[in-house]
């Protein structure tokens, strides 16, 4: 059996289950009640939902250009594999960072070689931490001049502080090979039976 039609499987497999627990939550909680949330909500979801695009698109090109031009996927596919490393990290509770892995397993199944996709995924969370520090700060400086409040400065800091040391300890193991580690991973992962 192909890798492909393996993933294929998965998801649709997955994709029934969830119907199948969307339905069972349905009818348990009442369709009614159900409804009428959603319509309290109103469009609003659906704006949200819509919005939500825009930085999975912009992450999809950002790390497109991480990828070497003569080995660079489709940015329409690396969309694709981000929106699904995305569902996998947020929906399931004790995969945070198993997105991250489907992403690179999924590059390296669509012809991207292994040690690139895994460089690829690490190299952009490692971007992704950076510049969560930098949008907490800028947060943090626009918070206190609109409010004039500096109550949350100090605890802010310190979390900032406690990012750059997590983002610097990441790159100091990938420094001592963490690349080599994740590609043997990976390795297994699309060479699995």
Do not use: C
């Not at 969830?18 to 349905?26: K, M, N």
């Not at 198993?98 to 971007?127: C, E, H, K, W």
């Amino acid at each position: 059996m192909k890798a492909r039609w393996k993933i294929k499987l998965t998801i649709y497999l997955l994709g029934f289950g969830g119907a199948a627990l969307f339905t069972v939550l349905l009818i348990r909680q009442g369709a009614t009640s159900v409804g009428t949330a959603v319509a309290t909500a109103g469009w609003g979801i659906a704006a949200v939902a819509a919005f939500h695009f825009v930085p999975i698109f912009l992450d999809a090109i950002a790390w497109w250009v991480l990828f070497p031009r003569e080995q660079r996927p489709r940015w329409q596919s690396l969309l694709w594999m981000r929106w699904i490393g995305e569902a996998i990290s947020n929906l399931v509770p004790s995969a945070a960072v198993g997105g991250d892995i489907v992403r690179a397993r999924l590059a390296a199944i669509n012809g991207a070689p292994m040690a690139t996709a895994a460089a690829s995924v690490i190299v952009d969370i490692t971007l992704g931490i950076f510049t969560q520090v930098a949008f907490t700060l800028l947060g943090l400086a626009l918070l206190v001049s609109a409010t004039g409040h500096g109550s949350l400065v100090r605890p802010t800091l310190i979390g900032a502080l406690l990012g750059v040391i997590a983002a610097l300890g990441f790159y100091f193991a990938q420094r001592l090979g963490i690349f080599r580690f994740v590609g043997v991973v990976v390795t297994r992962l699309v060479k699995a039976p």
